[in-house]
T-cell receptor, first 112, second 115 residues
Framework: QKEVEQNSGPLSVPEGAIASLNCTYS??????FFWYRQYSGKSPELIMS????GDKEDGRFTAQLNKASQYVSLLIRDSQPSDSATYLC????????????FGAGTRLAVHP | GAVVSQHPSRVICKSGTSVKIECRSL??????MFWYRQFPKKSLMLMAT?????????EQGVEKDKFLINHASLTLSTLTVTSAHPEDSSFYIC???????????FGQGTRLTVV
């Protein structure tokens, strides 16, 4: 069983729409949850971090965490073509200390 | 925000040679850094945890004698790919965080091509 699971996509949304990205994880001891954006050939860039249950909003991005369901999601409002990238969900394992376990990533395509 | 610098960004080497990749935390001290490898259209796979002043911890299936890690100071970790072969061609990325369980920042990555 994979530790962090994401739908590989591609997820295609029209410009201006809401993109919804989902992620589940298996380690109940995970404490920290992150969403990274990665453009082709580039290093991952941190988009959001979330540490407690509920929603966290930052501009057009909202992260949602439900530890009971072992589920974390990312919503992107007013999607733009520049949002087209692969979105990686990452969690810290029980060992903590920034040791990130990554999902396979979801490819998002925002079309004009 | 915290900055992690990785060098070189691209390297091409001949089969059988060794390549060293550097990862530096520029504005914070990092007792722990992480090395990842990413194949095309795949996710990041953790290779090893680099610990300042002690031996690195390798993930299962990663050859420690092939991928030498040195973390001699609080701001620098190096990964040396020894006796490189074409199958070692990949995107290598390091990361570091300022403290436990907070966000990790990534270096720019190194595209290694072994010919």
């Amino acid at each position: 069983q994979k530790e962090v699971e994401q739908n590989s996509g591609p997820l295609s949304v029209p410009e201006g729409a809401i993109a919804s990205l989902n992620c589940t994880y298996s380690d109940r001891g995970s404490q920290s949850f992150f969403w990274y954006r990665q453009y082709s050939g580039k290093s991952p860039e941190l988009i959001m971090s979330i540490y407690s249950n509920g929603d966290k909003e930052d501009g057009r991005f909202t992260a949602q965490l439900n530890k009971a369901s072992q589920y974390v999601s990312l919503l992107i409002r007013d999607s733009q073509p520049s949002d087209s990238a692969t979105y990686l969900c990452a969690v810290t394992g029980s060992g903590g200390y920034n040791k990130l376990i990554f999902g396979a990533g979801t490819r998002l395509a925002v079309h004009p | 925000g915290a900055v992690v610098s990785q060098h070189p960004s691209r390297v091409i080497c001949k089969s059988g040679t060794s390549v060293k990749i550097e990862c530096r935390s520029l504005d914070f001290q990092a007792t722990t850094m992480f090395w990842y490898r990413q194949f095309p259209k795949k996710s990041l796979m953790l290779m090893a945890t680099s610990n300042e002043g002690s031996k690195a911890t390798y993930e299962q299936g990663v050859e420690k004698d092939k991928f030498l890690i040195n973390h001699a100071s609080l701001t620098l970790s190096t990964l040396t790919v020894t006796s490189a072969h074409p199958e070692d061609s990949s995107f290598y990325i390091c990361s570091a965080g300022q403290s436990a369980n907070t966000e990790a920042f990534f270096g720019q990555g190194t595209r290694l091509t072994v010919v």
